[in-house]
């Protein structure tokens, strides 16, 4: 079965462990509180990141992205990355450095592939 969009060339993929923890570690949110049921804005926001990044760097379905962060619903991965579209610039800073420390290349190219993705 194909993803929605094909993911960065690197010779593997993060999994969606590594990308929580770091995650994480950049947002100061500790791996139990991704799973926890708080709607804090850190925490959302944190969660949005990981979302955003897992979408980008893995063929993961929405539902196992969210199974990782306490599975919730699979259209709170969807609402979480309309928001970060929709706030892109607000994101930005974190994201690219997440992506630094995961050692992904074409980071340019992440919001557009999410953006297709939702909008087919």
């Known amino acids: 079965m ?6 960065p ?3 593997r993929a993060p999994s969606l462990n590594r ?3 770091a995650v994480g570690k950049r947002t100061r949110i500790g ?3 991704f799973k926890s049921p708080g709607r804090s804005w850190h ?3 944190a969660r949005a990141l990981y979302y ?4 980008c760097l893995t063929a993961k379905s929405t539902v196992q992205i969210e199974q ?3 599975s919730r619903d699979h259209s709170t991965v969807l609402d979480a990355l309309d928001r970060f579209l ?12 997440l992506l630094s420390k995961l050692e992904v290349s074409q980071a340019a190219s992440c919001a557009n592939r999410i953006s297709k993705e939702l909008n087919s």
């Open 9 to 11: 060339a690197v010779a």
């Open 86 to 97: 929709a706030d892109d610039r607000r994101f930005e800073p974190e994201f690219s450095q």
């Open 68 to 70: 990782v962060c306490g």
């Open 52 to 55: 955003a990044l897992a979408r």
């Open 19 to 21: 990308i929580l923890r």
């Open 43 to 45: 925490l959302v926001r």
């Open 31 to 33: 791996v139990l509180d």
């Open 2 to 7: 194909n993803a929605p969009f094909s993911v």
